[in-house]
């Protein structure tokens, strides 16, 4: 217990003003950094997007959608990924089948297909929200 204390009186020692020289303190100051390039997602590849389908293929899309989302919610992420698949294939505009995809194959243990599915997530939706979480 004693040391704890010990320990943080000589901490707070060293750290309080005047203590290091002045050369010191000016080393430890930092330029801010004001040309930051774009954030490029790792492992994607500029690939063109494929063209959309019919308004009947979005339809049956999101009807596919719905069964991947009662699949995963019943356990079965192979089901969910299978369908969701099918569905990224009719719907290839749709950026949350795309995610949505992209997290059923990492449920599955399949992280290079997951990351092809987070790039084609990042082409349709460059500015989304959660757009800088999915890039790292």
């Not at 959309?52 to 049956?60: V, Y």
């Not at 989302?69 to 950026?95: F, H, I, V, W, Y």
Request: net charge negative.
């Amino acid at each position: 217990m004693k040391w704890n204390s010990v320990l943080w009186a000589i901490s707070l020692a060293l750290l309080s003003p005047g203590v290091w020289p002045a050369e010191h303190a000016a080393a430890q100051q930092l330029a801010f950094r004001r040309d930051v390039p774009a954030p490029v997602a790792r492992g994607c590849t500029d690939v063109t997007a494929a063209p959309a389908g019919t308004a009947q293929d979005a339809a049956e899309a999101a009807r596919l959608l719905a069964s991947a989302r009662q699949a995963a919610l019943l356990g079965d992420p192979r089901a969910a990924e299978d369908l969701l698949a099918n569905a990224a294939a009719l719907d290839t505009a749709a950026a949350n089948i795309a995610f949505l995809h992209a997290r059923a194959l990492e449920e599955i243990g399949e992280p290079d297909r997951a990351v092809s599915e987070y790039c084609r997530y990042l082409r349709l939706a460059p500015d989304a929200q959660d757009a800088d979480d999915v890039r790292q």
